[in-house]
């Protein structure tokens, strides 16, 4: 892929999955996300249930509850670090995304959040240091879970994804995966062609 590609992350992290990018990268207006994360390298994205994930107690009653459609929130993750070195190797893809696939989703990402004339506010902090939640636009269901709302944000951003049925981390990680062979497999040819030779 060209040399202006930007490298995305598909972070697995249980049975949810969160879409991240280089500070670096993001440009207005998601740019107004990074001041609530001051000295973050990367910010992660990950869609939820706002009852679910904010209860004082997560029990049978709750997790149920999230079946129906409800509120959702936008958990916003800073990391000083790489994503390896803070979700480890084995839990991160990365994905290489063209200047209009970058910005298709970061406006995706954009639309995601709940925002009042234009601005957006920090709903309140998350449940760990370097994180914020944020409201949400979209509702959250046994239908449109946190890993089909990661699922549509690749697929905005003009990937090979698919969305509807989506429902477990293990679904969309498989076709990530398949995704970062098939660049992979893309780069070498094109490293061979520059070279003059082409794989068998």
Known sequence: MASDSTTIYVVRRGWHIDIGLPVGAISAPLRAVIPSLPGARNLFFGFADKHYLLAAHRNAPVLLSALWPGAGVM????????????????????????????????AFIWSSLRT?????????QGPYAGSV???AQPTYSALHTCNTWAAQALRAAGLRVHSAGVIFAGQLWLQARRL?????????????????????
């Open 133 to 135: 939640y944020f409201l």
């Open 180 to 200: 970062k062979r098939a660049q992979d497999r893309a780069d070498t040819r094109a490293a061979y062609s520059q070279g003059g030779l082409l794989p068998s």
């Open 75 to 106: 958990l916003v993750t800073g990391l000083s670090d790489s994503a390896q070195q803070g979700f480890g190797r084995e839990h991160v893809i990365e994905l290489k995304l063209g200047p209009d696939q970058n910005q298709a989703l970061q």
């Open 116 to 124: 009042q004339n234009g601005a957006i506010q920090v709903y309140q």
